[in-house]
T-cell receptor
Framework: EPEVTQTPSHQVTQMGQEVILRCVPI?????FYWYRQILGQKVEFLVS????????KSEIFDDQFSVERPDGSNFTLKIRSTKLEDSAMYFC?????????????FGPGTRLTVL | GESVGLHLPTLSVQEGDNSIINCAYS??????FIWYKQESGKGPQFIID?????DKRQGQRVTVLLNKTVKHLSLQIAATQPGDSAVYFC????????????FGQGTTLQVKP
C-alpha cells in the first residue's frame, strides 16, 4: 500500500540554525500539506501546496518557514532560523484532491528538537 | 471562529465494550469531517469520514454520527479491542477551501483487558 514517508525521523538542532524536513508524498497525489503537533497538543495546520505554489498558510507559517517541491517526488519544509518553540512533531500529508471530501494521508512525522 | 473540540480527554473502556468518542465543532460552513487515530510515535491514521449531507456512516466496527443542529460529531467503536488504544482526533474541512484540516484536541482511548 502506498504511503507518505518522511526523513529524518528525529532532527536535533541548535536555536538559530536552519533545518530542512523532507517528505515523499504518495506518487499520484497532487496536493501536499505540512502540519505540526507540539507534544501533548492537537495537530495544527501549517500550509497547503498545489501546482508549485502555496494554497493556504496559517499564522504559524511566518517568514521563517518555506516549502518547496524541488523535484517530482520530494516536498520539503524549511525553517530558516529555528526557535525553541519550533520543537514539535512535523507531519507531511498528501491527497489526490483538495477541499472537502478528500482523505489526507499522513506520514510518520519528523520530531524536531531545538536546543 | 475556527475550533474543533472534544468533550473528554481520556476514555477508559473494557475490552469488548462499545466506545463512544465525542467532538464538538463550531464552524457552520464545515461540510466534511474526518476521524483520525494516532498511535504513539506515529502520524494520524484515517478511520472514517462523513459529509455534511449525511447523518450516519458505518465502516468496519466504526460508526460516525453527525448532528449538524448542535454541531456534534461522534465516533462509535464496536467491541473495542486492545489495538484500538490510541488518541482519536476529529477534524473538519470546509468544502472548496485548500484542504486545510482543523483538528480537535484529541481523546485518549484506553482499553482494559
Amino acid at each position: 500500500e502506498p504511503e507518505v514517508t518522511q526523513t529524518p525521523s528525529h532532527q536535533v538542532t541548535q536555536m538559530g540554525q536552519e533545518v530542512i524536513l523532507r517528505c515523499v508524498p504518495i506518487s499520484n497525489h497532487l496536493y501536499f500539506y505540512w502540519y505540526r503537533q507540539i507534544l501533548g497538543q492537537k495537530v495544527e495546520f501549517l500550509v497547503s501546496f498545489y501546482n508549485n505554489e502555496i494554497s493556504e498558510k496559517s499564522e504559524i507559517f511566518d517568514d521563517q518557514f518555506s516549502v518547496e517541491r524541488p523535484d517530482g517526488s520530494n516536498f520539503t519544509l524549511k525553517i530558516r532560523s529555528t526557535k525553541l518553540e519550533d520543537s514539535a512533531m512535523y507531519f507531511c500529508a498528501s491527497s489526490d484532491s483538495s477541499g472537502g471530501l478528500s482523505e489526507q494521508f499522513f506520514g510518520p512525522g519528523t520530531r524536531l528538537t531545538v536546543l | 471562529g475556527e475550533s474543533v473540540g472534544l468533550h473528554l480527554p481520556t476514555l477508559s473502556v473494557q475490552e469488548g465494550d462499545n466506545s463512544i468518542i465525542n467532538c464538538a465543532y463550531s464552524n457552520s460552513a464545515s461540510d466534511y469531517f474526518i476521524w483520525y487515530k494516532q498511535e504513539s510515535g506515529k502520524g494520524p491514521q484515517f478511520i472514517i469520514d462523513i459529509r455534511s449531507n449525511m447523518d450516519k456512516r458505518q465502516g468496519q466496527r466504526v460508526t460516525v454520527l453527525l448532528n449538524k443542529t448542535v454541531k456534534h460529531l461522534s465516533l462509535q467503536i464496536a467491541a473495542t479491542q486492545p489495538g484500538d488504544s490510541a488518541v482519536y482526533f476529529c477534524a473538519e474541512n470546509i468544502s472548496g477551501n485548500t484542504g486545510k484540516l482543523i483538528f480537535g484536541q484529541g481523546t485518549t482511548l484506553q482499553v482494559k483487558p
